[in-house]
Each structure stands twice: as C-alpha cells, then as structure tokens.
C-alpha cells in the first residue's frame, strides 16, 4: 500500500509564495509519475504540474512561470513552489502518484491553499 501525506497549505495574500510538500511510503518500486492537482467546489479536479522518474516536467498554462515541482533528495517526496499567487489559485491541492509498474494511481488526502485579494 502507498501512502501520500501532504503539507505546506495555507493562506497567504496574493503575490505571495507557499511551497506544497508530499512524501510518498510504501511498496513503491520503478518508475513513477507525481504531480499536484487542485480542485474547487463544484469542479472537476484539474492538473496542476507533474514530475516524471525521468525528469519530465509539465505544467498547467494557468501556472507556467509562477510554480515548479520538483522531487527532493529522497526521489519520493516531491514539492510545488508556487509564487506570485493569484486568488483563483484558491483550491485544494491534492498530491498525486501514479504508479507505472501497478497502473495504479494513488491520492493524499487534500491541502487547502486559500489566496487573498
């Protein structure tokens, strides 16, 4: 079983930055996808930036040039710094892992990251 524990959310006033930590346990072996998605009430959950075993980054138009994932020296905790918030980056931030070898996909519970005008 793999496990994602999220932290870093928080409230923050617009142009400010936070940075998102997700560390990932358990039988976690080969190659695998992490990203961050958020989702607002009432919508779907939508793609924010991933980070491929291979170094493979993609983001979100919406936060291109404002955040970066990046993994830490343990491969399997992965980080969003997002700077320059805006207000309707307002959402709850969900750490992702999508596991090659399984085909599995695997969520943390949810950060809530609140951006004030």
């Known amino acids: 079983q793999v496990q994602l524990v999220e932290s870093g959310g928080g409230l923050v006033q617009a142009g400010g930055s936070l940075r998102l930590s997700c560390a990932a346990s358990?039988?976690?072996?080969?190659?695998?996808?992490m990203g961050w998605y958020r989702q607002v009430p009432g919508k779907q959950r939508d793609l924010v930036a991933l980070?491929?075993?291979?170094?493979?980054?993609n983001y979100a138009a919406a936060v291109k040039g404002r955040f970066t994932i990046s993994r830490g020296s343990d491969v399997n905790t992965v980080y969003l710094q997002m700077n320059s918030l805006k207000p309707e980056d307002t959402a709850v931030y969900y750490c992702?892992?999508?596991?090659?070898?399984?085909?599995?996909?695997?969520w943390g519970q949810g950060t809530q990251v609140t951006v004030s005008s």
């Open positions: 992702n892992l999508y596991h090659w070898a399984t085909s599995r996909d695997y």
């Open positions: 358990g039988s976690i072996f080969g190659a695998n996808t």
């Open positions: 980070l491929t075993s291979a170094a493979y980054t």
